[in-house]
């Protein structure tokens, strides 16, 4: 399984501004490994192998996807980060075209023909619905891994996303859809609220901020999409860091702190966000923060 306590990295001073390049760096080399333990107790359950054709929603830098395609799978990613897709294509092997699949040579449903496990993929940039085929047998796993229930209205997005999904998969395919759990289950959650606390002028104009999971969200989001629950499962995914550096690198790249940023600059939310990670730090300088997180099995109708 991999590592949740992630190595120390030199970055540049922190009130100096952060690219997308970096940010997206931050996320694949930081944070994303923090949901290792989320993807692999999944897949693990739904017993993810060579007959899995997996579509993922928001695949971020491709940490799911490489897990997937390890034991077998199909799998395809659709992200609209652009950034991040750049880093899921370095770290599946890909020849880095703005939509491309992985691999040297393509069959006729777009993934590679190559035998290594790594190169079982395509990558999409773009809507849900870019990710068609044509000449391939339908998606039967979609999942979201991009985790619900900690923003305000953080959930908005996915329903519309699963209704582009949906129709690109079998009937009775598996959806996976994955929320934080309780705040009394999560170490991370007072850190959180920063956030909150440094949206407030902004939040008006701007909905966001941190919020407690709420026990029906997935399932809410599951009724809107016509999905029929069929399970659930809860995870623990500790936070582990390097050094608190690393932590405020990892926590920021997430974005659930941009309106904070927005409204108090960045400089003011790493000061606050450190200082509340203060009591997460252990005596040799690492933190760690206890998470559970929670994942809803669903199938299509």
């Given amino acids: 399984m991999t590592p949740t306590l992630v190595r120390h990295h030199t970055y540049a001073a922190s009130s100096a501004p952060v690219d997308p390049g970096t940010r997206a760096r931050d996320w694949a080399e930081i944070q994303e490994r923090v949901l290792a333990p989320l993807h692999e107790a999944v897949f693990d359950r739904l017993e993810v192998g060579a007959g899995t054709r997996m579509l993922s929603l928001g695949c971020g830098s491709g940490l799911a996807l490489l897990a997937a395609a390890s034991r077998g799978a199909r799998v395809t990613g659709v992200d609209t980060d652009r950034e991040r897709l750049a880093l899921a294509r370095e770290r599946l092997g890909s020849p880095g075209r703005a939509e491309d699949s992985v691999g040297r040579a393509e069959d006729s449903g777009g993934w590679a023909r190559d035998t290594e496990p790594a190169r079982r993929a395509r990558l999409v940039e773009g809507p849900p619905s870019a990710a068609a085929t044509t000449g391939a047998p339908p998606y039967n796993l979609l999942t979201a891994f991009h985790p619900i229930g900690c923003a305000a209205g953080d959930s908005e997005g996915l329903a519309p996303a699963l209704a582009e999904a949906v129709p690109l998969a079998v009937r009775g395919a598996t959806v996976v859809l994955t929320g934080w759990g309780p705040p009394e289950r999560c170490a991370t959650a007072p850190v ?89 730090r252990r005596p040799d300088g690492t933190v760690w923060m206890p998470n559970v997180f929670r994942y809803l099995v669903c199938v299509t109708t």
């Fill in 192 to 280: 959180l609220r920063v956030a909150a606390r440094l949206a407030e002028p902004a939040r008006a104009a701007r909905p966001g901020g941190w919020r407690p999971a709420l026990r029906d969200d997935l399932e809410e989001v599951a009724a809107r999409a016509g999905l029929k629950p069929d399970g659930s499962g809860r995870v623990s995914c500790p936070f582990g860091y390097a050094d608190v550096d690393s932590a405020v690198r990892g926590l920021l790249s997430t974005g659930l702190f941009d309106a904070a940023a927005r409204a108090t600059g960045r400089s003011r939310v790493e000061k606050e966000v450190a200082e509340a990670l203060l009591p997460h």
